[in-house]
T-cell receptor
Framework: LAKTTQPISMDSYEGQEVNITCSHN???????ITWYQQFPSQGPRFIIQ???TKVTNEVASLFIPADRKSSTLSLPRVSLSDTAVYYC???????????FGTGTRLQVFP | NAGVTQTPKFRILKIGQSMTLQCTQD?????MYWYRQDPGMGLKLIYY???????DKGEVPNGYNVSRSTTEDFPLRLELAAPSQTSVYFC???????????FGSGTRLTVV
């Protein structure tokens, strides 16, 4: 399983763009990159998934460089409700299970 | 659709007692997982299943058992509760290996 490394915590203010980078140097050819969001006392929630280049949905964008050894989750114009823990996971068709790391704790201030 | 349903939401156990945490999904997902999350920490995988009748250990399986007799249900059994098992337990499911996981709302277990 590919190991991921993320910053432990980040602070931001409302209205700013937040970029959280995840390193996954030993990502395998078949692996996808998936990000989850977790609010206190709730289970994680799927945010976005990608394999290469850029993926965008109504919540976030995911940027993946050509070597795929890292990825960046971009949250546009964050609000207080985006305060949560964000997890980056790597896995694919050769992986039956995903291992969660400690995640990045994002705190958004007014 | 209800998604992933976990019961109970809260439980207090005495040391040495046993209990079963229930998990049911109505999305016809093949893959199901049990994670535990200690306060301020990330999730640790306990057991997982890739289909009915198939289970396998995760990172922290000691002290737990699982079964998967149907596609819908994946109960987690604690045989001899210990204080170290005080945690929040999350069940999740996915259609396949790449599909995003859907998590339940969790069971908060305290062992005293």
């Amino acid at each position: 399983l590919a190991k991921t490394t993320q910053p432990i915590s980040m602070d931001s203010y409302e209205g700013q763009e937040v970029n959280i980078t995840c390193s996954h140097n030993n990502i395998a050819t078949n692996d996808y990159i998936t990000w989850y969001q977790q609010f206190p006392s709730q289970g994680p929630r799927f945010i976005i998934q990608g394999y290469k280049t850029k993926v965008t949905n109504e919540v976030a964008s995911l940027f993946i460089p050509a070597d795929r050894k890292s990825s960046t989750l971009s949250l546009p114009r964050v609000s207080l409700s985006d305060t949560a823990v964000y997890y980056c996971l790597v896995g694919g068709f050769n992986t039956d299970k995903l291992i969660f790391g400690t995640g990045t704790r994002l705190q958004v201030f007014p | 659709n209800a998604g992933v349903t976990q019961t109970p939401k809260f439980r207090i156990l005495k040391i040495g007692q046993s209990m079963t945490l229930q998990c049911t999904q109505d999305m016809n997902h093949n893959y199901m997982y049990w994670y535990r999350q200690d306060p301020g920490m990330g999730l640790k995988l306990i057991y997982y299943s890739v289909g009915a009748g198939i289970t396998d250990k995760g990172e922290v399986p000691n002290g737990y058992n699982v079964s998967r007799s149907t596609t819908e249900d994946f109960p987690l059994r604690l045989e001899l509760a210990a204080p170290s098992q005080t945690s929040v337990y999350f069940c999740a499911s996915s259609f396949d290996r790449v599909d995003g996981y859907t998590f339940g709302s969790g069971t908060r277990l305290t062992v005293v």
